[in-house]
């Protein structure tokens, strides 16, 4: 099936023909003829579905079919984004949409000088892509209104909530016009976002294109405990005595991502990665390469992982467990897809209980543990039991007075972290003789 079905205008099937766009995507068969129709879409869809030409695309044909002048600091269309990198990544490609319409569109985020931007505002703008906390700053300057405002777009709305952007939205949807088409994208739904579509959208068409929240089934999901300092130094080493072939690893921190690749180039595996520090050709180029084959262990961060598609990976490993546990089944979905089976390991320490804890009540069930020999932690990781509940360590080590044997003090614990192994020969209360009065404890 071609573009010309869906009701789009010459110029934009022009576009998409150069861009070599040859078929629609899942997501943009049904959202493109809905919204030239005019109405409100909730998807379930996630980077690297298309789903920006699926709202780009219909939006600007509408703006250009109804032609009229956008007014000075006024914006016709908004999309929100979480961060820095998709404001620039969906406003590059918009542009690219919008090449032969005579339209206007911009994106504005935080990190960068506010001058040009009000600048650039002056003389209105179609289309604008934008942070929540730098449009409000722009709005409560004067730079931007919304009274010529009619399509309101949130992509990706999941992780704007966790990135704590709940208050910026609410006072930005106070500010926009009720009458408004809007659409929100989402890769996962939690309770909030339910809350928000609901409160936000009229009568929805639906669009799933993505498994919500659940981890694929055919991904054998199990993990190491490790101590922190020792993570890079186990996964060569399961790397090696499990023969492991092609693996996506992922860290938490660009730096993470860093000092893996120069460890594994360092031991002679082909190692490549991808990161938001990298420039995108780089990062393309990395993805190619070990898409190929060239490159064996490829490293990442989750910002920069988003959208990847690479089919048929056996193996992912986080080697940091991802802050948001949403995050993990986006990880562990870029293997065992198609079909076809896939592992994901994660290698996890002590730090990382509670982030473990709330991945296990998200998937909603437990990780299988396997101890590695000659890698088990001195700091033990707690157990975790199903409803998210970490079984914690005895707030105090119970001690014990022996009188008479020797240093006199018998650590009575479970267990304790290994910081703990040496209780502190702080004196447990004297125990009075028979007949003699208690003293007084002394407060602290
Ligand atoms: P998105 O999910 O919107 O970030 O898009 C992911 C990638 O798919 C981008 O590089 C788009 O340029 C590309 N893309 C989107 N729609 C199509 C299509 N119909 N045919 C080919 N590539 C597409």
């Not at 956008?70 to 914006?75: F, G, K």
Request: hydrophobic share 40%; with cysteine.
């Amino acid at each position: 099936m071609s573009f010309e079905p869906l009701g789009l205008i010459e110029p934009l099937l022009r576009t998409l023909e150069a861009l070599d766009y040859r078929e629609p995507t899942p997501v943009q068969k049904q959202a493109i003829p809905a919204v030239l129709k005019g109405r409100d879409v909730l998807a379930a869809a996630q980077t690297g579905t298309g789903k920006t030409a699926g709202f780009a695309l219909p939006l600007l044909q509408k703006l250009t079919m109804e032609g009229s002048q956008v007014a000075a600091n006024s914006v016709r269309a908004l999309v929100l984004v979480p961060t820095r990198e998709l404001a620039e990544q969906v406003a590059q490609a918009v542009q690219q949409y919008a090449q032969n319409l005579p339209l206007r569109t911009y994106s504005v985020y935080g990190g960068v000088s506010i001058n040009p931007q009000m600048m650039k505002l002056r003389k209105g703008i179609d289309l604008l892509v934008a942070t929540p906390g730098r449009l409000l700053d722009l709005y409560r300057q004067n730079a931007v209104r919304f009274d010529q405002l009619q399509a309101l777009v949130l992509d990706e709305a999941d992780r704007m909530l966790d990135l704590g952007f709940a208050k910026e939205l609410d006072e930005l949807f106070s500010a926009l016009p009720r009458k408004r088409q809007t659409l929100l994208f989402s890769a996962t739904f939690s309770d909030a976002i339910r809350l928000m579509a609901k409160e936000l959208l009229r009568d929805p068409l639906s669009i799933e294109v993505s498994p919500r929240n659940a981890a694929a089934k055919s991904v054998k999901q199990w993990l190491v405990t490790v101590d922190k300092k020792r993570k890079s130094e186990l996964l060569l080493h399961l790397y090696r005595e499990r023969g492991w072939d092609q693996l996506l690893v992922f860290a938490k921190t660009r730096k993470g991502v860093d000092e893996l690749e120069q460890l594994l180039l360092a031991e002679g595996i082909a190692a490549d990665s991808i990161h938001g520090d990298k420039p995108q050709p780089s990062r393309l180029r990395a993805l190619q390469r070990f898409k190929a084959g060239e490159v064996r262990v490829l490293a990442a961060t989750d910002v920069a992982a988003r959208g990847l598609d690479i089919s048929e990976l056996p193996r992912v490993v986080n080697l940091d467990l991802p802050i948001v546990a949403e995050d993990y089944v986006h990880r562990i979905g870029r293997t065992g897809r198609a079909g076809a089976t896939g592992e994901a390991v994660s290698l996890v320490c002590a730090d990382e209980v509670e982030l473990l804890a709330a991945i296990e009540t998200l998937i909603g069930q437990i990780i299988r543990r396997e101890d590695e020999p000659g890698f088990v932690p001195d700091h033990r990781v707690p157990q975790t039991a199903p409803g998210g509940a970490v079984l914690k360590k005895p707030k105090k080590p119970k001690v014990k007075v022996i009188p008479g044997a020797g240093k006199g003090k018998i650590h009575m614990g479970n267990w304790f972290e290994a910081d703990d192994d040496k209780p502190k020969a702080k004196a447990v209360r004297a125990v009075p003789k028979f007949g003699e009065k208690p003293k007084p404890t002394k407060k602290r």
